[in-house]
């Protein structure tokens, strides 16, 4: 049986933006380098932020996406590294996220303004913290343009679980024939062609008012 939002905009074309490598520059390797090597070191840098680490950052990312408490995620992390250079990063790491924040991805504010300019209805879809996209859209004033977004930490549901593209559609009221998903990492793009969105790789700003044209949205 085919999905059916509440209340569906049926006759919009509406857009809905991943946030992070979309939208925003989040790098919280990059971002935290300095701070690091100031008061830990460059080793426990490399070490806390190894994608292969069994329980690194990246493993502790993910549960925060998926709705741990940053307290929690944090205990967990000193308990299983206790004894260890660098036992602290992750409270180092929390105590100075907003270092992450590198700014938005160039020409994705100008492409935000241009769609709400032309009355294209915008929205969010974002594994992000709850706490990490009030921020950004506190900093970032086009982030503000968004009607609203579905935060992956809020529902406890991921990309690519098909279940989140479908609260997204029911939450915003679109149709998802009628709407264009852009996300940076290929499963999730198809995750979300799979339950019924229009959606592609995003690559550049650039790239994605060519992929929009061609999808119909009006710029």
């Known amino acids: 049986m085919p999905y059916t939002p509440k209340n569906r905009r049926s006759e919009e074309a509406n857009v ?4 992070c490598d979309v939208l925003l520059q989040w790098d919280p390797k990059g971002g935290t380098y300095d701070l690091f090597a100031e008061r830990s070191s460059v080793d426990v840098w490399k070490a806390f932020y190894d994608k292969d680490a069994d329980y690194g950052f990246w493993h502790y990312d993910g549960l925060l996406d998926a709705g741990m408490d940053a307290a929690e995620a944090a205990a967990d992390y000193r308990r ?4 260890e250079r660098g036992e602290e990063a992750f409270d180092l790491y929390l105590a100075h996220r907003d270092l992450a924040f590198r700014g938005m991805i160039p020409g994705m504010d100008t492409l935000l303004e241009l769609l709400h300019a ?3 209805p915008t929205w969010g879809l974002t594994n992000f913290t709850a706490d990490a996209v009030a921020y950004a ?3 970032y004033p086009a982030m503000r343009l968004l009607n609203d977004v579905v935060v992956s930490s809020v529902e406890r549901l991921k990309k690519p679980d098909r279940r989140i593209y479908e609260l997204a559609a029911e939450r915003f009221g679109v149709d998802p024939a009628r709407s264009v998903f852009i996300d940076d990492k290929p ?3 198809e995750a979300a062609r799979d339950a019924g969105f229009q959606a592609f790789v995003f690559v550049n700003a650039m790239d994605a008012r060519g992929q929009l044209a061609q999808a119909g949205v009006r710029l």
């Not at 809905?16 to 946030?19: G, N, R, V």
């Not at 299983?80 to 004894?83: C, V």
């Open 16 to 19: 809905i933006f991943d946030f």
């Open 80 to 83: 299983r590294h206790a004894g």
């Open 118 to 120: 032309r009355g294209v």
């Open 137 to 139: 859209q506190d900093r």
């Open 187 to 189: 499963w999730n793009v």
